[in-house]
């Protein structure tokens, strides 16, 4: 019998499901274990602290920020004012406002669904969904990305708080963790998408904030960058020397399958 047009087969909604689960997975695998042991130190900060249990999944469910949670935690235990922790906040989020820019979240289709990719954009799931296949990912396989790193993000750190207070609270070199895996996204979305141009705007906008605004580092280093992207733009679409980016309409309609067959595993359908 003829399939009806616009209806699909039994069990073909929950392939797809299990194929966008696998995707997922394969894609955050390993960051998922940066994030872990992440997760792992800020629980044992905050058990280290003094601050009681149901502090760890509030914050880490509610803020979601990484690196501001760590500050957070010596902000509130330092008896910071309300004001000083949300500007603190807000000045080392402000990345965000950039992210958005990029992220693909016209894929995600429904307001809840799309409500809670903005609430789990981070670093890692950025850097994952926003690559050169951003259009070519699907809703589900996006918002599957983000729900494991901030699942695995919250486990690993009400597991922290519960082990702080035994030998992880003698653990060193927990906090270079974030360093060392910004590094690998780093260097993996350069291999991926090498363009030279964007690697000297990142050196220039760090020197920049390292000598005239080291206390406010991250703020300085994401503006000088912006502006000069900015810059950028006008001078580079006049010359038609603009990063090429695949954009999955142009692949779809020139039928050009190498694109597709160079993606990393992880990436292809």
């Known amino acids: 019998m ?50 009681p249990f149901w502090t760890a999944p509030l914050i880490s469910s509610l803020v979601y920020a990484g690196s501001v949670e760590f500050l ?41 669904a799309k409500l809670f990719a903005i609430h789990t954009l981070c670093d890692e799931a950025f850097a994952l969904n926003s ?18 790193i901030y699942v695995s993000w919250i486990l690993s750190v009400i597991l922290g708080y519960v082990l702080g207070a035994s030998f992880l ?5 927990v906090d270079f963790v974030m360093a060392a895996l910004f590094t690998v996204l780093a260097m993996d979305g350069y291999r991926t998408n090498p363009d030279r141009v964007a690697a000297l705007f990142v050196a220039i906008s760090a020197t920049v904030a390292l000598i005239f605004a080291p206390s406010s580092f991250l703020v300085v280093a994401l503006g000088s960058y912006v502006v000069l992207l900015l810059a950028r733009f006008p001078v580079a679409k006049r010359r038609g020397t603009l990063p090429h980016r695949t954009v999955y309409g142009e692949v779809a309609e020139s039928g050009d399958t190498t694109t597709t067959a160079d993606a990393p595993a992880s990436t292809q359908r």
């Open 2 to 51: 003829a399939q009806t047009p616009g209806t699909e087969r039994p069990g073909t909604e929950r392939t797809n499901t299990q194929n966008n689960i696998r995707l997922a997975m394969a894609d955050s695998s390993v960051v998922i274990l940066g994030i872990a042991v992440l997760g792992l130190g800020l629980g044992v900060v905050l058990s280290a602290h003094h601050m």
């Open 72 to 112: 957070m935690v010596g902000m509130i235990s330092g008896g910071a004012s309300i004001a000083s922790i949300a500007l603190t906040v807000f000045l080392v989020n402000a990345r965000h406002l950039v992210y958005g820019l990029s992220y693909p979240l016209h894929r995600i289709k429904g307001f809840w």
């Open 131 to 148: 690559g050169p296949d951003r259009n070519e990912r699907s809703g589900a396989r996006i918002l599957w990305v983000n729900a494991l």
């Open 169 to 173: 609270s003698d653990l060193k070199g």
